[in-house]
């Protein structure tokens, strides 16, 4: 939903009003605590409250944050954490570091936040790692096929130490970019209309010789090609003309993200394949956090903490409660309302996918972008090392009981 449509009943010239008075930023950092409709006075009076808390002090920095096509309305379907965030640090930093939210795609999008950040324009943005790929190439080393085995994989290996030598210091390194926290979903499978009045899909063969969008993710594409799935580049933002017109069978990304964008009327099925990550992650130029200084540095680093927190509870709740991700499906889910079918595979059938693209099963697919990646590194296995991290907790382990830990502090 972008701003210019109703927000929970907010005409687009009532919430251009409120903010000509009180700012775009306050008026959708206030809006994203409403957890349901709101009302103009309502929204007035919190934007009043927001603007008046953020403008007290003159800040010492004014951060601007470029998130892609998310507002305050979507950020409460895929909980990615940008405005809590935003919202915690300003807090915690008694005002002396103010951000301003640019969403909507007006200051960048999913592909461009990230080079728009490494020039300058932004000081931090937000969109999935794989579509930033492009811009930072390191991001691939989140993407081999299968490394993650489900959601509480990918929240423990950000929680973990190991994330910093094997994530985080490398992308610093390379790109400029401080990796700040992320949501945590696994790719699938989101078939067109065309699936409206086919079976649900329950193995991989079904989906042999479809055609599928592919984001900017290099890594990817080795894992749709090894499983007969023709990766097709299609932007993000052209992914729903491109389902609605059947000019592809499918798009490869998750749940919430169909949810969020307002995909659903135009997919039938949501097959979770699961084999590679969705990570919409949020991140900061290297250079701006370095000007900071040792105590707003800390509280940047606690906001991230305390925003990955709030996104392992949020966005595992929402999968369920708004989204419509599970069996059965409850009423009233946006996957619900729009006749969504959940394709969740057996785990035979996850494993045969798994056989016929992972590193584990098919080492020589991924021979060039591994040992590329392991030089950028510094020369660690980076599959094996994030392969073996992750194992260190039960398979079973569900994501919201992951054990929340401060990455960098080892």
Same mark, same amino acid.
């Given at each position: 939903?972008k701003v ?11 919430? @251009?009003?409120?903010?000509? /008075? ?14 349901g409709?709101?009302?103009v006075a ?40 940008? +405005?809590? @965030?935003?919202?915690? =640090? ?9 951000v ?10 999913q ?10 324009i ?8 794989q ?34 030598a +094997? ?12 990796? &700040?926290?992320?949501?945590?979903? &696994?790719?699938?499978?989101?078939l ?15 989906? @042999? ?21 023709? !990766?097709? !580049? #299609?932007?993000?933002?052209?992914? &729903?003309?491109?389902?609605? /017109? ?12 169909v ?5 659903? !009327? #135009?997919?039938?099925?949501? #097959?979770?394949?699961?084999? @590679? ?14 000007? =900071? ?15 990955q927190t709030?996104? /392992?509870?949020?966005?595992?709740a929402?999968?369920?409660k ?22 969740? +595979? ?18 020589? &697919?991924?021979?060039?972008w ?7 590194q ?5 599959? /094996? ?16 009981? #992951? ?8």
């Amino acid at each position: 939903m972008k701003v210019g449509d109703k927000l929970s009943g907010i005409s687009r010239r009532d919430l @251009f009003k409120i903010a000509g /008075q009180y700012g775009l930023s306050s008026t959708l950092l206030a809006a994203g605590t409403f957890g349901g409709a709101m009302s103009v006075a309502n929204l007035a009076s919190a934007a009043e409250s927001t603007y008046e808390r953020r403008f007290s002090k003159e800040a010492r920095f004014t951060l601007k944050f470029g998130a892609a096509g998310f507002n305050a309305r979507n950020l409460l379907i895929e909980r990615a954490g940008a +405005l809590e @965030f935003a919202r915690d =640090l300003e807090a915690r930093t008694d005002g002396e570091i103010r951000v301003e939210f640019i969403g909507d795609n007006q200051i960048c999008g999913q592909v461009s936040c990230v080079e728009k950040t490494q020039q300058g324009i932004v000081d931090i943005y937000a969109a999935s790692t794989q579509n930033s790929a492009g811009g930072a190439p390191y991001l691939n080393v989140l993407d081999y096929a299968y490394m993650f085995r489900n959601r509480a994989d990918q929240y423990h290996f950000l929680y973990s130490p190991k994330s910093m030598a +094997l994530l985080r210091e490398p992308y610093e390194r390379r790109h400029g970019l401080k990796f &700040l926290f992320s949501h945590a979903e &696994l790719r699938g499978i989101q078939l067109g209309l065309a699936w409206e009045d086919k079976e649900t899909v329950t193995s991989v063969e079904q989906l @042999f010789g479809t055609k599928n969008r592919v984001t900017g993710t290099q890594l990817g594409r080795i894992a749709m090609t090894a499983l007969n799935l023709n !990766p097709v !580049p #299609v932007a993000w933002e052209e992914t &729903l003309d491109g389902l609605k /017109q059947g000019l592809i069978d499918g798009a490869e990304t998750w749940a919430s993200a169909v949810a969020y964008a307002n995909m659903s !009327p #135009v997919v039938s099925q949501s #097959v979770h394949l699961n084999f @590679f990550c969705g990570t919409e992650h949020t991140a900061m130029s290297a250079s701006v956090f370095d000007s =900071l200084g040792g105590d707003l540095q800390d509280a940047v680093m606690e906001s991230s903490y305390w925003a990955q927190t709030h996104v /392992q509870a949020a966005n595992e709740a929402a999968l369920v409660k708004t989204v419509g991700q599970s069996d059965p499906q409850l009423p009233g889910t946006i996957f619900a309302e729009n006749n969504v079918r959940n394709a969740f +595979l057996s785990p035979e059938e996850i494993r045969k996918a798994e056989e016929m693209c992972s590193p584990e099963f098919q080492p020589q &697919l991924w021979e060039e972008w591994r040992e590329r990646i392991n030089g950028w590194q510094g020369g660690a296995d980076t599959y /094996q090392e994030i392969y073996d991290e992750v194992r260190t907790i039960d398979a079973n382990t569900l994501p919201e009981n #992951v054990e929340p830990r401060r990455w960098w502090k080892g």
